[in-house]
């Protein structure tokens, strides 16, 4: 609850969606911890480094699901655990078929490094967990 009190507006739609066994975000971001490990406060990092990409990736899968599209997560998945870069290199390959949307592609890429942004429906970064 109190990381969900800090969502926006727009990120509270995902909170109306069943969660599955994986998903896009998934992917991208299996290396969460790594991600989080050098800084003071984790919790801060993740929502200014992770949450909003995480979130724009969940809203995007829910604007775009489909019964294969979600096959293909399942299976790139699997491939993640192996070889990341190829899952990202096929994962933006899928993701070109179904929606051109260059701001998703380029945090499914990983290619730059992570720096803080507002989350989906603000524009402003979060820099506490008070509400």
């Not at 009190?5 to 969660?19: A, C, I, S, V």
């Not at 909003?52 to 699901?65: C, G, M, V």
Request: hydrophobic share 40%; with cysteine.
């Amino acid at each position: 609850k109190r990381e969900t009190d800090l969502y926006t507006n727009l990120e509270r739609q995902m909170l109306f969606f069943t969660p599955g066994i994986t998903d896009i975000a998934s992917i991208v971001f299996s290396d969460e911890a790594e991600i989080l490990a050098p800084h003071n406060d984790p919790d801060i990092a993740y929502n200014q480094l992770i949450r909003p990409r995480k979130s724009q990736l969940i809203l995007f899968y829910i604007n775009n699901r489909n019964f294969l599209f979600d096959i293909k997560i399942i299976f790139l998945t699997a491939v993640a655990i192996f070889d990341k870069k190829l899952a990202l290199k096929l994962l933006v390959r899928s993701l070109r078929k179904i929606n051109n949307s260059e701001k998703i592609i380029d945090i499914v890429r990983r290619d730059k490094p992570l720096t803080p942004c507002p989350p989906p429906g603000s524009k402003q970064i979060v820099v506490n967990r008070d509400k």
